[in-house]
Nanobody, 125 residues
Framework: QVLLEESGGGSVQAGGSLRLSCATT????????MGWWRQGSEPGREFVAG????????RYSDSVKGRFTISRDDAKNMLFLEMNDLNADDTGVYFC??????????????????WGLGARVTVSS
């Protein structure tokens, strides 16, 4: 059973915008903290943005703060990542993630337990 399914990736020029979507279930949305990670050109995956399951707290990596916005639509069981002012460093595969532990959503020492298959974002300069 696919719990997390991303969509909305694509190619865009530097300075442009994209919105990623993650479809999940109502049970998952209410039970797990969620977020977005990405795999860029460097080895390893990195935290991008997180949203606590109560929907009241967000967290962003320094590299995307002020440009990206994480949100969700409970009626549609969807998580979103609005990405603005994109640059070449934002190129990569973006993953929707979930975990019962909030710290694992953004930690550099541990990765979240649940992952989608990813959506590719390519930013050309």
């Amino acid at each position: 059973q696919v719990l997390l399914e991303e969509s909305g990736g694509g190619s865009v020029q530097a300075g442009g915008s994209l919105r990623l979507s993650c479809a999940t279930t109502a049970r998952f949305l209410s039970s797990y903290h969620m977020g977005w990670w990405r795999q860029g050109s460097e080895p390893g995956r990195e935290f991008v943005a997180g949203l606590r399951k109560d929907g009241g707290t967000t967290r962003y990596s320094d590299s995307v703060k002020g440009r990206f916005t994480i949100s969700r639509d409970d009626a549609k069981n969807m998580l979103f990542l609005e990405m603005n002012d994109l640059n070449a460093d934002d190129t990569g595969v973006y993953f929707c993630v979930g975990d019962v532990a909030w710290s694992r959503i953004y930690s550099s020492d541990f990765e979240p337990v649940y992952w989608g298959l990813g959506a590719r974002v390519t930013v050309s300069s």
